[in-house]
């Protein structure tokens, strides 16, 4: 993929080399000096126009997105130059700042609760949409422990520490903790439980071995900074709620056209196979 | 729902934390003192880079080099039966790094405040370096040592980077006062998080009380 | 400054070291005491080799049986009068020392006072009564009486000369105080540009030849009596003859029959 000058600053180029080759005629006469200023003035304007037009947006993303998002930007890149600059973090502390005035465009969350507090609060453009569903899975970077569906082994004494990530502010630790207590160990491994801050430092604590095992997302593993590191099994998906993942446009003062764009893009086909592709499932 | 155990914890990681240091850094800064040269220089920027690390770069890389995944983790797992991830030696140790310039300063200040030639008249004595530092040095620098036990108190309570880092956020063991006020912020339960911040801020404003009024108490004329 | 320290002592007796600011006198006592390393030779005492550079033998001070007063006494602001005097006591046989010393020194209302009260005079006696106390081979005492004003300092040294003729130890003095070492020692060592002389009567070394005593004359009344400002006293004197007037410098001199007064 070749990286493509916009037209606007190629115009811009163009309008001001043009008037320097008129001035180039004589540089040091009035009309010269007159010209190279309108040049100058004119150029101050186009920056203005392109500055207007040509808008950045930021985007608040939950950590287990933090690869997939990246492969969205690329795809999106190939069409529109719009400049995104991606946040990182858990859904609850996001949609925490996101209240408290964030200057976040559009919030990509690990569920539905957490947009729907936005909404909630007045403080988005459209109701939130499901983008993807999320799979948790079990993972494991010790080369002695091997996970299994059934998670019996975690209450093997060989397993000291499993992580999971905060289950108040990431969804992904709500369904671990929710899925640990369907096969009623959550009492007998509770002790052995790492809370994470969210799936970024629950998967760093997992894939340094400092914990022997834990719950993580599916797009975390298969990515590639992880891909090939450890072993991970998919957990049933009968075994918890689905982790519906939802976004919103979030309302600015001034309405972002940029932002508006990008946030159609998240539920379009092209986006929806790159999904699929980091194992999130799609309708 | 209350809990004070996080409070229990943070005191127990302090008052550890500071008895810990002040063992090792009394002959440090002793040692750092008296030196001169490349070598001693070199120890005093290495005991002053807590000052300007973050604490989450310390517990970083306390995470990977001490992780049980690893060589270092794994062999001080099997000989010593201790792992320093998401365990209360954990923090102690991280505290320790962290908290180590606030311990070593004022101790190192106050030795080379006295006058040399206090040390050589004990040594002219009869007295050993180590018999010297205890008996004639250290009870003369005694507002420099509640300095450097205070400060080293008070830094640990407000510990929180390398905890986060490091904790794993286990109640009873890792979860500290700053971390479960950091905790009700984020669940969002204000009205804890308020409670807790009260708390801690009495705790650190008693601490810090105790430091100036004793340091002010004294009014006898100095020696030199 | 290279400095070239030849010297042999008596046991008992007391020495003074005499020369000008910076001559090397403090190096050289730093040098017995062990707190500062020579290039080279040795120091043996009692037969005991307590430094060689041949041998590469360097005792430190703590090994060596030496009694230290320093310039600014070093008293430990820790401990009361007595604590600072018994904590040089090495054995337990000697702990009577510590009242013996306090009476020698006359110290002993202010045993149990914390040093920071006492005055320099005062502070001086705890430290040389501490040094004392230890029972050293070898006493060193540098410039102990140059803080202490007039005074005190005859009684000072006195005290000093009874302490020693008590215990009879070796002694290096330093002084600039040609009373107090013509008094107090029984040899000199001049310590001048780097070399040690060594003269057995202090009170003909300091004898100048034509050179005593120098002042500015401050007044002459019509007797013609002249008021001398000397180094630290006032003297009257006749100046009859000499031609002398106020505000001149003169010199005093002693023919063995009378003192006379010269112009500058």
Redesign the interface.
């Known amino acids: 993929m070749t990286h493509q000058v916009p037209f606007r600053r190629s115009l811009r180029i163009a309008i001001f080399r043009g008037l320097l080759g008129i001035a180039r005629v004589n540089k040091f006469s009035t009309i010269a000096r007159v010209k190279k200023l309108l040049g100058i003035v004119l150029l101050c304007c186009s920056y203005a126009i392109g500055a207007i037009a040509q808008q950045k947006i930021t985007v608040a993303v939950a950590a287990n997105m933090q690869y997939t998002i990246e492969a969205i930007k690329t795809r999106y890149h190939l069409t529109d130059p719009t400049e995104i600059s991606v946040v990182v973090g858990s859904s609850g502390q996001l949609a925490q700042q996101i209240l408290h005035g964030a200057p976040f465009d559009i919030f990509i969350s690990a569920d539905t609760s957490f947009p729907q507090r936005i909404a909630q609060a007045s403080l988005a453009v459209a109701p939130p949409r499901v983008y993807a569903q999320g799979v948790l899975v079990l993972w494991s970077v010790r080369k002695d422990i091997l996970p299994k569906p059934d998670m019996a082994l975690l209450m093997a004494p060989g397993i000291t520490h499993i992580a999971i990530a905060n289950p108040v502010t990431a969804p992904y630790g709500s369904a671990a903790q929710y899925i640990l207590k369907k096969y009623n160990i959550y009492d007998a491994v509770a002790a052995k439980l790492v809370t994470g801050e969210s799936i970024t430092q629950t998967s760093q604590f997992i894939a340094t071995g400092a914990a022997d095992i834990g719950f993580t997302a599916k797009s975390i593993v298969i990515s590639d900074a992880m891909k090939g590191k450890g072993v991970w099994v998919e957990l049933n998906r009968n075994d918890y709620p689905p982790i519906e993942q939802a976004a919103v446009l979030i309302r600015q003062p001034v309405a972002n056209p940029a932002a508006a764009r990008f946030y159609d893009f998240l539920f379009s086909a092209k986006s929806k196979a790159i999904y699929q592709q980091f194992g999130y499932l799609v309708q | 729902m209350i809990d004070l155990e996080p409070f229990w914890l943070t005191a127990k990681l302090a008052c550890c934390t500071t008895l810990c240091l002040f063992i090792i850094a009394i002959p440090l800064a002793a040692w750092l003192s008296r030196r001169s040269g490349l070598f001693r220089t070199v120890i005093e920027v290495l005991v002053s880079m807590p000052l300007v690390l973050p604490p989450s770069v310390i517990g970083f890389y306390l995470l990977v080099v001490f992780s049980p995944g690893g060589a270092i983790g794994a062999f001080i797992e099997q000989w010593v039966g201790l792992r320093f991830v998401f365990s209360f030696e954990g923090l102690l140790l991280a505290s320790m790094i962290y908290s180590l310039p606030f311990m070593v300063h004022p101790i190192q200040a106050g030795l080379s405040s006295l006058?040399p030639?206090?040390q050589?008249?004990?040594?002219?004595?009869?007295?050993?370096r180590w018999q010297t530092l205890v008996?004639?040095l250290l009870?003369?620098i005694r507002h420099q040592l509640l300095t450097a036990v205070v400060l080293t108190l008070a830094h640990t309570v407000g510990e929180f980077g390398v905890v986060l880092m490091i904790g794993g956020n286990i109640a009873g063991k890792t979860r500290t006062a700053s971390i479960a006020i950091y905790d009700e912020v984020e669940a969002p339960n204000y009205h804890n998080a308020n409670i807790y911040a009260l708390i801690l801020v009495c705790l650190s404003f008693l601490i810090l009380f105790i430091l100036y009024w004793s340091n002010r108490k004294r009014g006898?004329?100095?020696?030199? | 400054m290279n400095l070239r320290a030849d010297m042999t002592l008596t046991a008992g007796e007391l020495v003074s070291l005499y020369g000008h600011s910076g001559a090397g006198k403090t190096s050289i006592l730093r040098m017995l005491?062990?707190?500062m390393k020579p290039d080279g030779g040795y120091i043996k005492v009692n037969g005991v080799r307590w430094y060689d550079a041949a041998e590469r033998l360097h005792l430190?001070?703590?090994?060596?049986?030496?009694?230290?007063v320093?310039?600014?006494y070093?008293?430990?602001?820790?401990m009361t009068v007595r604590g600072n005097i018994s904590?040089?006591i090495?054995q337990r046989e000697d702990n009577y020392l510590t009242d013996e010393l306090l009476d020698l020194t006359g110290m002993s209302r202010f045993a149990g006072s914390?040093?920071?009260s006492l005055s320099g005079g005062q502070q001086q006696r705890v430290a040389l009564a501490?040094?004392i106390a230890?029972r050293p081979s070898l006493l060193l005492l540098d410039e102990p009486l140059s803080a202490i004003d007039n005074a005190l300092r005859l009684q000072l040294q006195e005290t000093l000369y009874h302490v020693h003729r008590r215990f009879q130890l070796t002694t290096i003095l330093i002084s600039h105080d040609i009373d107090e070492i013509v008094r107090l020692a029984d040899r000199v060592l001049h310590l001048d540009n780097g070399m040690i002389e060594a003269h057995p009567n202090p009170g003909i070394f300091f004898y100048r030849d034509g050179s005593g005593l120098t002042g500015r004359v401050v007044h002459i009344d019509e007797q013609q009596i002249a008021t001398v400002l000397l180094r630290e006293r006032i003297i009257k004197i006749n100046a009859a003859g000499s031609g002398i007037a106020a505000g001149e410098q003169a010199a005093i001199f002693y023919d063995g029959a009378a003192p006379f007064i010269r112009k500058l």
Do not use: C
Not at chain 2, 121 to 127: F, H, I, M, N, Q
Not at chain 3, 74 to 78: G, H, K, Q, R
């Open positions: 006058p030639t206090l050589e008249a004990a040594w002219s004595l009869g007295k050993t008996q004639v009870p003369n006898h004329y100095p020696m030199w | 005491a062990g707190l430190p001070a703590q090994k060596r049986r030496i009694g230290v320093f310039q600014d070093a008293l430990f602001p820790n904590y040089g090495r914390p040093v920071q501490r040094a230890s």
